[in-house]
């Protein structure tokens, strides 16, 4: 079955940083684009970041855009979002997912078909 599974998230302080991984078994890793979500409570799911499944190109929310970077190791299965300069306004479930490959790359979550359970990211002021 198509597995993805979020390492731990954490507490930070405001302009700390975090590196969240995705690891992905189950599916052709390699020929799929990989999404990061989030989720703040009470707020409706968000997409963060994409990467297409090459590597070679990425999306990205405008407000994380110079401060969240997505990336993938195909070689691993694994998928990663490194978060820096992170705000109180990042705290949420951050989830990965793998797009339809009938899409082109975007941060539509109506994109996805297969999620992971999330992990939490707290971000104290």
């Known amino acids: 079955e198509v597995q993805l599974v979020e390492s731990e998230g954490g507490l930070v302080q405001t302009g700390g940083s975090l590196r969240l991984s995705c690891a992905a078994s189950g599916f052709a890793f390699a020929d799929h684009a990989i999404g990061w979500f989030r989720q703040a409570p009470g707020k409706e799911r968000e997409g963060v970041a994409v990467i297409s499944s090459s590597g070679e190109k990425a999306y990205y929310l405008d407000s994380v855009k110079g401060r969240f970077t997505i990336s993938r190791d195909n070689a691993k299965n694994t998928a990663y979002l490194q978060m820096f300069s992170l705000k109180p306004e990042d705290t949420g479930v951050y989830y990965c997912?793998?797009?339809?490959?009938?899409?082109?790359?975007?941060?539509?979550?109506?994109?996805?078909?297969?999620w992971g359970q999330g992990t939490q990211v707290t971000v104290s002021s």
């Open positions: 997912a793998v797009m339809d490959p009938l899409w082109p790359l975007n941060l539509n979550p109506g994109a996805y078909d297969h």
